[in-house]
């Protein structure tokens, strides 16, 4: 009896979260005519590929997936080395400064990007980094650090001292035991940090604007012109950018989970 | 797992080496522009217009919004990306407050055969002594309605002479047959709605934008203009482009840019008619809408530039121009016959709005610099206030009048048409 | 001396690049025209839609935020419990973290608006005759309850995550014995599993909670002109009017905002030096 109950809480969670979905495939194939009827369908009448192959087939949609998915890796590679170690500074140390450095990781998040666009963009020209992928990921980072130390700060809490301490007692550096113990325990926390870096990077649209003129991501290139765009090619544009992260979520679910270790589940 | 990730981020680290080091292609030359920026416009400027021209360009575009960030950015960190801006009246204007743009005196000679107006060609000074910006295309607002509202027009009344009483009976008889509310405005964060008051409403009631901001017939325009909002869509404050919701059925009877009613037109020809905007007791108001193309500051391919800005003057591109985007050639060029539709009925309305007997064109505003954004908002806060909220006009008049001074004074702007050009800043009475 | 050099990466990264920008831009919200003033805060208060902005903001962090910690709380429980087929499940329900915000609103948009799905399958249930307005300014009830249901169905893959990785981390043998000496689920959960989970909580909230400030692109697209937020204001202030000075201002609230809740969070859910390791 408990057991059918959850799995219709579960079935019903599933369904409200992919109904929207749903309804986003469906403007995205219904073409013009299903947007602007009413009753709205159900069911695609005439369901037809055309309006997403030619949102694909628009000139310089290839070269900026690949800009955007450089960019995403960027920052996930960033926000991994900067963050992990500062996750494991707050976990495992109580030090004078700790809640004033969380509150300076947050600065950049809680301050909109959109306001510091003007010198920001001067400070990367000057540094080179101007209209580079490059450029766009060490922002993207700024953003997706308060995740990466908070994520991993809390997870690496839960990992126990003793088991470090064990490594430690057999000959292990601090270093080692970090590396080789808790880093791998923590696992399912890295894997939320990397979701997280890649999501953020690659949905974002301003600071990827404003920093690029030739090599913009995917979603600068189309998400500021997409606004204006007739309501079933937003629907087409919407539905083809979700799409990735979406695959790249499936392809590292399996580590949200804990594989091994201490909690076994 | 651990190998294969690492494995994973060696290999992104491998592709993404170039894009570090990547110099900018010297090639190219780039051409930002906030003008045909939705998708199928901007792969249309790509694919038609461009590849013609006579240099390699790369199309970018931008939100408005974002052009002046980028362009003093570009400065101050001292490496110019962009070469040639394209963009409209309103948004270049505080380019050159900036120092952004560069003088086209000689370009204008140039071109000085191709029949651009000389009206057109003096605003592209924007108050300055040189030309700044050379017109590209032009077009104005219309409206647009579905034939179904079409019976209910009071009689006796030519949908291409209407006047805002005549608008506000044919609303509510609309109203009452289909008990919905089917007139709409652009009025949403992105829409034109402040265009509305400044080019339209405020010159037809009042035959004037600064000056007569406070005066009697101001108020009693904006208690006329709270009723007509009674038998307007209340989703209005949420639309953008009116091509939407006129494609949906959601408004019958809609104003807005040409462009942004430009997609109904042509998917709906015979849906759809479209004409001038109403007339008050000063006569027919209309702003004009121009959009220019300047060269920046310390461009890297001015040469390139220069060239293209000639092509895309020429009597065949404007055409094409016109074609693709909804807007209209500044130089001398017959249309062809062969327009499609939509495009036929948009041209017919420009034109009757253009030529009405009792036109009043309202030149878009010169010489506010960078207050021109503060300025629309002037007219969108009495808007919220007296419409939406139903404030007392007078009171918010007076209050919205003192803003209005403040920007005057601070940018000395000079009064523009339709107001009495004046000696110095432009007086509110 | 350790924790300050793993911490000092990050410092300098965020040093390097973005102090230099964030304190131009605050003193910008202090400036008017190279002078030293408040003119702009007060412009800011004066405003026509501060009020709204501020009451609307905090109305949707309000309604949103607990309601997806709770939510999230049950999912990650859910998951818990599942046996084969928890990943693809997972996987489904963190499907809205990937959705951009234009993708979002358009959505909820064409869900909500008069001839969208919403009032197809009233229609269709016969609760309603023709399209009903939920989005426009004489329903500002409906139209809060629609925005907090998108931002609902959005963000709360955010929370999720975060718990399900903290959720792993939780050691069974305090379930087990507790189980041993007859504690029922509800109790378990409780004293058990909510204490160890406050780590990932303090985090999602603190999280959740800065991002809930910053949204915008979603409500814009929703509500239009009907729904001011503190950033929407921010943005057209920076943008649309071309005041730079005001719209510092706002990025200067919200930015005062977020750390003092912040700062809540860390104080209130702060675990003590016993539990740490």
Same mark, same amino acid.
């Given at each position: ?265 | ?29 780039? !051409? ?131 006047? !805002? ?217 009495? !808007? ?46 | ?277």
């Amino acid at each position: 009896m408990k057991r059918s109950l959850y799995l219709a809480g579960v079935t019903m969670l599933c369904a409200w979260t992919l109904v929207p979905i749903y309804f986003l495939a469906l403007g995205a194939l219904g073409g013009r005519d299903l947007v602007n009827t009413f009753p709205k369908p159900f069911w695609p009448g005439s369901a037809s590929l055309s309006t997403i192959r030619d949102f694909l087939a628009i000139d310089g949609v290839t070269a900026a997936t690949i800009a955007s998915v450089e960019t995403a890796c960027l920052c996930m590679l960033f926000s991994l080395v900067l963050g992990l170690p500062a996750g494991y500074a707050l976990a495992r140390f109580s030090f004078r400064g700790a809640n004033a450095y969380r509150l300076l990781i947050l600065l950049t998040r809680a301050f909109p990007v959109a306001i510091l666009a003007l010198p920001l963009t001067v400070g990367f020209i000057r540094l080179g980094v101007y209209d580079t992928p490059l450029g766009v990921s060490l922002v993207h980072t700024a953003l997706a650090l308060p995740f990466a130390v908070l994520v991993s700060s809390s997870l690496f809490q839960a990992v126990p001292r003793e088991l470090e301490e064990a490594a430690w007692v057999f000959g292990c550096s601090k270093f080692q035991a970090a590396r080789r113990i808790v880093l791998p325990l923590a696992l399912p926390g890295i894997a939320a940090i990397a979701i997280f870096a890649f999501v953020i990077s690659w949905n974002e649209v301003f600071a990827a604007s404003v920093l690029t003129v030739r090599h913009r991501t995917l979603t600068a290139y189309l998400l500021t012109v997409l606004s204006e765009s007739p309501l079933h090619v937003q629907f087409a544009g919407g539905f083809v950018l979700i799409l990735p992260t979406v695959a790249f979520i499936y392809v590292v679910r399996k580590h949200l989970f804990a594989m091994w270790g201490i909690s076994n589940r | 797992m651990i190998r294969i990730t690492t494995r994973v981020l060696a290999a992104t680290m491998a592709l993404s080496l170039p894009a570090l080091t990547q110099p900018a292609q010297a090639e190219d030359m780039v !051409f930002l522009s906030t003008q045909l920026r939705p998708v199928e416009e901007a792969q249309k400027m790509r694919e038609i217009i461009l590849k013609a021209g006579p240099v390699p360009t790369t199309y970018v575009a931008d939100f408005p919004q974002v052009v002046p960030t980028r362009l003093a950015a570009e400065r101050e960190g001292g490496k110019r990306t962009v070469s040639l801006v394209g963009a409209l009246h309103g948004e270049l204007q505080p380019l050159v407050t900036a120092g952004d743009l560069v003088p086209l005196d000689g370009l204008a000679a140039k071109l000085a055969g191709r029949g651009i107006p000389p009206a057109l060609m003096e605003l592209g000074k924007l108050g300055t002594a040189h030309q700044m910006y050379i017109p590209w295309m032009q077009a104005t607002y219309i409206m647009v309605a579905n034939r179904q509202a079409l019976p209910f027009l009071p009689k006796g009344a030519d949908i291409n002479a209407l006047t !805002f009483e005549q608008l506000a009976e044919w609303s509510t008889a609309v109203q009452a047959a289909t008990g919905k509310r089917m007139l709409g405005f652009p009025a949403g964060p992105q829409g034109l709605m402040h265009r509305f008051f400044e080019g339209f409403l405020y010159p037809s009631y009042t035959g004037g934008v600064v000056s007569t901001f406070r005066s009697p017939e101001a108020e009693a325009m904006w208690t006329e203009f709270a009723a007509l909002w009674k038998t307007v869509n209340p989703n209005s404050t949420s639309y953008n482009f009116m091509q939407e919701p006129l494609l949906a059925g959601d408004v019958w009877i809609g104003f807005d840019h040409v462009a942004r009613m430009l997609d109904a037109l042509r998917q709906k020809p015979d849906q759809f008619v479209a004409f001038p905007a109403p007339a008050g007791p000063k006569g027919r108001g209309y702003m004009p809408i121009i959009a220019g193309l300047a060269i920046a500051q310390g461009a890297p391919d001015a040469k390139g530039a220069d060239a293209l800005i000639d092509y895309l003057s020429t009597p065949a591109t404007q055409i094409k121009m016109a074609q693709t985007s909804g807007f209209f050639p500044v130089v001398t060029a017959t249309l062809p016959d062969d327009l499609e539709p939509g495009l036929k009925l948009a041209v017919a309305a420009i034109a009757r709005t253009q030529s009405a007997p009792d036109a009043k064109p309202s030149l878009l505003p010169i010489g506010l610099g960078t207050q021109g954004g503060a300025f629309d908002k002037i007219y969108l806060d009495t !808007f919220q206030r007296v419409v939406l909220r139903g404030e007392k006009p007078r009171a918010v008049l007076d209050r919205q009048a003192e803003g209005l001074k403040k920007i005057i004074a601070e940018t000395g702007a000079p009064c523009w048409l339709p107001d009495k050009p004046s000696q110095g800043p432009c007086p509110v009475e | 001396m350790i924790p300050y050099f793993l911490i000092a990466p990050s410092l300098l990264f965020l040093g390097v690049l973005f102090l230099v920008p964030l304190v131009q831009t605050i003193a910008l919200a202090f400036q008017v025209h190279g002078a030293w003033t408040t003119a702009n805060f007060t412009t800011m208060a004066d405003d026509i839609n501060f009020h709204d902005a501020i009451v609307d903001t905090f109305a949707i962090v309000a309604i949103a935020v607990p309601l997806q910690l709770v939510l999230a709380l049950g999912m990650a429980m859910m998951l818990r419990n599942l046996g084969r087929g928890r990943d693809i499940v997972l996987w489904i329900w963190s499907i809205p973290l990937g959705i951009s915000d234009l993708a979002a609103g358009l959505v909820w948009l064409a869900i909500l608006t008069d001839q969208g799905f919403l009032n197809t399958i009233l229609l269709k249930l016969g609760l309603v005759s023709g399209p009903v307005s939920w989005l426009s300014y004489e329903t500002p009830t409906a139209l809060l309850i629609g925005i907090a249901f998108a931002e609902l169905w959005r963000a709360t893959a955010i929370v999720l995550v975060i718990l399900v990785a903290g959720v792993q981390m939780l050691p069974k043998e305090y379930n087990e014995a507790a189980d041993v000496f007859g504690a029922s689920p509800w109790q378990r959960f409780i004293r058990i599993t909510l204490p160890l989970l406050k780590p990932s909580i303090q985090t999602a909230l603190i999280l959740r909670t800065v991002l809930a400030f910053e949204m915008f692109a979603i409500v814009q697209a929703i509500g239009g002109r009907n729904f001011p937020v503190i950033v929407g204001e921010a943005f057209t202030w920076q943008y649309t009017n071309q005041n730079f000075g005001v719209a510092a201002a706002y990025a200067v609230v919200v930015m005062l905002v977020s750390l003092a809740a912040t700062l809540v969070y860390l104080r209130a859910l702060r675990t003590p030096r016993e539990q740490i390791g």
